[in-house]
């Protein structure tokens, strides 16, 4: 929609004021380092006195707290050096007129769907056509451009990228576009071009980087890849699931949903269902390394199941072992006592009754 020239003209007004502020604060910005690196000069010239005049007091036990003094203002002075050479080579910005920046809001006008300037968000906001990248719809986006951002910094946090429709990464609704997080835009290669079209006053430049980064997909740098945005299958039931749901097991490797991982009774090791087995004694699930084979009965034991026998040290279940520890081989075995052997002699027979007459 068509804005009224006087709506224009008080916007480019608003955007000359806050250029030239930025342009004050740059000129300002070259003493203010230089005076930053002669202040970091006396602090490491007082330390490098002290070091000397311990060394001909001949107190050792300062010297390497003196040393570590002198490090850090060593590292201190480099960043500032760095800091004011960065601020002296910095080209002399002139701030654009009121002019310029109408020409600027006109062509975005021209250009751009729905442009509007919000007064009480102080930021100038188009839309963009329905982006879709690699057969994945992804919406329209509305670029807002803060322009009260620009004093403190020039490049692309002066802006805000919000979905109009979103259909965000199934992964985290807080990604609507793979570069794109919490209205937040990773412009990758663009960062630079983009903070030197603002530092310039090229503001439709700038919106056209912004939209350019939003219409093609870099491969290197994505929040979350295209080519996970709808989830990834659970390699078991093939169920769709986002980041936050989706186990990977530490065994096979492969992707699963809650449903179908779990752990390892022993290690707590993440595992699949298909990786983990059962301990012959407890049934609890276990990971194959925290399984062993059992002498004798042959049973696969988890840790809390088995023991050294106390006799020969080989590894049994615990429950096959005797109170003193030994497996059942070394176990002694109890001979039972011979019964006795049966009298065919009776050593007191009853007398003989008399035979009756």
Same mark, same amino acid.
């Given at each position: 929609?068509?804005?009224?020239? %006087?709506? =224009?003209?008080?916007?480019?007004?608003?955007? !000359?004021?806050? &250029? *030239?502020?930025? /342009?004050?604060?740059?000129?300002? @910005?070259?003493?203010?380092?230089?005076?930053?690196?002669?202040?970091?000069?006396?602090?490491?010239?007082?330390?490098?006195?002290?070091?000397?005049?311990?060394?001909?007091?001949?107190?050792?036990?300062?010297?390497?707290?003196?040393?570590?003094?002198?490090?850090?203002?060593?590292?201190?002075?480099?960043?500032?050096?760095?800091?004011?050479?960065?601020?002296?080579?910095?080209?002399?910005?002139?701030?654009?007129?009121?002019?310029?920046?109408?020409?600027?809001? %006109?062509? =975005?006008?021209?250009?751009?769907?729905?442009? !509007?300037?919000? &007064? *009480?968000?102080? /930021?100038?906001?188009?839309?963009? @056509?329905?982006?879709?990248?690699?057969?994945?719809?992804?919406?329209?986006?509305?670029?807002?451009?803060?322009?009260?951002?620009?004093?403190?910094?020039?490049?692309?946090?002066?802006?805000?990228?919000?979905?109009?429709?979103?259909?965000?990464?199934?992964?985290?609704?807080?990604?609507?576009?793979?570069?794109?997080?919490?209205?937040?835009?990773?412009?990758?290669?663009?960062?630079?071009?983009?903070?030197?079209?603002?530092?310039?006053?090229?503001?439709?430049?700038?919106?056209?980087?912004?939209?350019?980064?939003?219409?093609?997909?870099?491969?290197?740098?994505?929040?979350?890849?295209?080519?996970?945005?709808?989830?990834?299958?659970?390699?078991?039931?093939?169920?769709?699931?986002?980041?936050?749901?989706?186990?990977?097991?530490?065994?096979?490797?492969?992707?699963?949903?809650?449903?179908?991982?779990?752990?390892?009774?022993?290690?707590?090791?993440?595992?699949?269902?298909?990786?983990?087995?059962?301990?012959?004694?407890?049934?609890?699930?276990?990971?194959?390394?925290?399984?062993?084979?059992?002498?004798?009965?042959?049973?696969?034991?988890?840790?809390?199941?088995?023991?050294?026998?106390?006799?020969?040290?080989?590894?049994?279940?615990?429950?096959?072992?005797?109170?003193?520890?030994?497996?059942?081989?070394?176990?002694?075995?109890?001979?039972?006592?011979?019964?006795?052997?049966?009298?065919?002699?009776?050593?007191?027979?009853?007398?003989?009754?008399?035979?009756?007459?």
């Amino acid at each position: 929609m068509t804005q009224p020239t %006087r709506l =224009l003209l008080r916007a480019a007004g608003r955007l !000359s004021n806050f &250029w *030239r502020s930025r /342009a004050q604060l740059l000129a300002r @910005e070259e003493p203010y380092r230089l005076r930053y690196v002669r202040h970091h000069l006396e602090a490491l010239q007082g330390a490098l006195d002290r070091l000397d005049k311990a060394h001909g007091l001949g107190l050792e036990l300062v010297l390497p707290t003196l040393r570590l003094e002198i490090l850090g203002h060593l590292e201190r002075l480099r960043q500032a050096g760095s800091e004011a050479k960065d601020a002296m080579l910095r080209p002399g910005v002139q701030a654009p007129g009121a002019g310029a920046f109408l020409e600027e809001l %006109r062509q =975005l006008e021209d250009d751009f769907a729905d442009f !509007s300037v919000d &007064w *009480r968000q102080k /930021a100038i906001r188009v839309t963009t @056509e329905p982006i879709t990248l690699r057969d994945i719809y992804l919406g329209p986006f509305a670029i807002q451009f803060h322009w009260e951002r620009l004093l403190h910094q020039p490049d692309v946090s002066c802006f805000d990228i919000v979905a109009l429709d979103p259909h965000p990464a199934a992964a985290n609704d807080r990604v609507t576009h793979p570069h794109v997080k919490d209205r937040s835009l990773c412009a990758g290669d663009a960062s630079v071009p983009i903070r030197k079209a603002l530092e310039q006053g090229r503001l439709a430049d700038a919106f056209y980087l912004v939209r350019s980064v939003l219409e093609h997909y870099n491969p290197g740098s994505p929040h979350i890849a295209l080519d996970e945005w709808e989830g990834t299958d659970c390699h078991d039931c093939g169920r769709n699931v986002g980041d936050d749901d989706r186990w990977c097991c530490e065994a096979c490797g492969c992707d699963f949903c809650d449903d179908c991982i779990g752990n390892c009774a022993s290690c707590d090791a993440t595992r699949c269902h298909g990786c983990l087995m059962r301990c012959d004694v407890c049934n609890e699930p276990c990971c194959a390394r925290c399984l062993e084979t059992c002498a004798g009965s042959g049973n696969e034991c988890c840790r809390h199941c088995r023991a050294s026998c106390s006799q020969c040290g080989a590894t049994v279940a615990r429950d096959d072992c005797d109170e003193a520890g030994r497996c059942p081989s070394c176990q002694p075995t109890s001979i039972p006592e011979p019964n006795p052997p049966e009298n065919t002699h009776d050593p007191d027979p009853e007398p003989a009754r008399p035979a009756s007459p």
